[in-house]
């Protein structure tokens, strides 16, 4: 049931844009995103409640398709506080309970 | 301007010497949960409290136990911790579950060593 993130890392120039995917086997009801740097929380960043849903926060957006039950987040013009690993989390929609993904480590360098 | 505090950061326990992790929020926030995360790993949702009601998940062992004494706190107890209980231990809260998903908010997690 755990969502599949692609791909497992990324190595970016500042400035480069990235592209993170997040698929899952069951019926979405939401997708969240987080992020989590290391040795601290996840920290939220954004959700999509419904099919075909974007969002953004600064640089950073994202998109649902519910139909093909993926999610994937954008990060443009990437800062080095970008940096860090990015979670998905997949709400199936008989469950309730939020069941993150393995993971995206995202390292922006000068 | 703490919003879910846990302690202590780190915890150093004995292989079987029960230990207790604690939570508490400022969100006056009615979800609850607890996460295990190992190195390089996803959080692992190991139970969560909507108000009172407790709800562990199949996979969580027996040595794991929770307490939610009121709103604002809740602890986690491992009974007999083993080696394999070493792990970041995060807290989080939310206001709501499946027909009114949320934000969790995170706290910045209790590192747990077991020796």
């Known amino acids: 049931q755990q969502p599949v993130q692609s791909p497992q890392a990324v190595i970016l120039r500042e400035g480069e844009d990235a592209v993170i995917n997040c698929s899952s086997s069951k019926a979405l009801y939401s997708v969240h995103w987080y992020r989590q740097k290391h040795g601290e929380a996840p920290v939220f960043l954004m959700i999509l409640l419904k099919g075909g849903e974007q969002k953004g926060h600064e640089k950073i957006s994202a998109s649902f398709n519910e139909k093909k039950q993926q999610s994937s987040l954008y990060l443009t013009a990437s800062q080095l506080s970008y940096s860090g690993t990015y979670f998905c989390g997949t709400i199936p929609s008989n469950t309730g309970k939020l069941i993150f993904g393995q993971g995206t480590t995202l390292q922006v360098k000068p | 301007d703490a919003m879910v505090i846990q302690n202590p950061r780190y915890q150093v326990t004995q292989f079987g010497k029960p230990v207790t992790l604690s939570c508490s929020q400022t969100?006056?926030?009615?979800?609850m949960y607890w996460y295990q995360q190992k190195s390089s790993q996803a959080p692992k949702l190991l139970f969560h409290?909507?108000?009172?009601?407790?709800?562990n998940e199949a996979d969580t062992p027996d040595n794991f136990q929770s307490r939610r004494p009121n709103t604002s706190f809740c602890f986690l107890d491992i009974r007999s911790p083993g080696l394999g209980d070493a792990a970041m231990y995060l807290c989080a809260t939310s206001r709501g579950l499946a027909g009114d998903p949320h934000e969790q908010y995170f706290g910045p997690g209790t590192r747990l060593t077991v020796t």
């Open positions: 969100l006056n926030h009615n979800v």
């Open positions: 409290y909507y108000d009172k009601d407790f709800n």
